[in-house]
């Protein structure tokens, strides 16, 4: 538990950006295109395909910054993320790139036309 004593805006920052840049690595960067092209813009089949590889990704980097590197690390290392990024926008701002990844933008009708 002695990442969490140590748990700051910046080691946060510094965390996302290693996520983001270990995303981007060649490797993976064409197993995520892949899995995109096979899950087209059915959020079910990114939910099956990118998200896994994008959640093993995060337990890799996050291991190697002293989190446990499982589904609990994870989910620690969010809810504190979670925690920060209320109050600092830059956090925010790196938390949205990566669940942009796995999360494709959703089309949202901002008309209000009524059709009878």
């Known amino acids: 538990m002695s990442y969490l004593l140590n748990f ?5 920052k510094t965390i996302l950006i290693d996520i983001i840049k270990t995303v981007n690595q ?3 960067s064409k197993k995520l295109s892949e899995a995109k092209a096979s899950a087209g813009k059915e959020m079910i ?3 099956q ?3 896994p590889l994008v959640m093993q990704i995060q337990m890799e980097v996050i291991k190697q910054h002293g989190f446990p590197g499982n589904r609990e690390g994870l989910v620690q290392f969010s809810q504190l993320i979670r925690e920060i990024e209320r109050e ?17 933008p959703i089309a949202v009708n901002t008309t209000n036309d009524v059709l009878i």
């Open 49 to 51: 395909y990118v998200f």
């Open 45 to 47: 089949l990114m939910m």
């Open 8 to 12: 700051t805006n910046d080691t946060a």
């Open 26 to 28: 060649p490797d993976n």
């Open 88 to 104: 600092n926008s830059e956090i925010a701002r790196l938390r949205s790139q990566i669940r942009a990844i796995y999360l494709p």
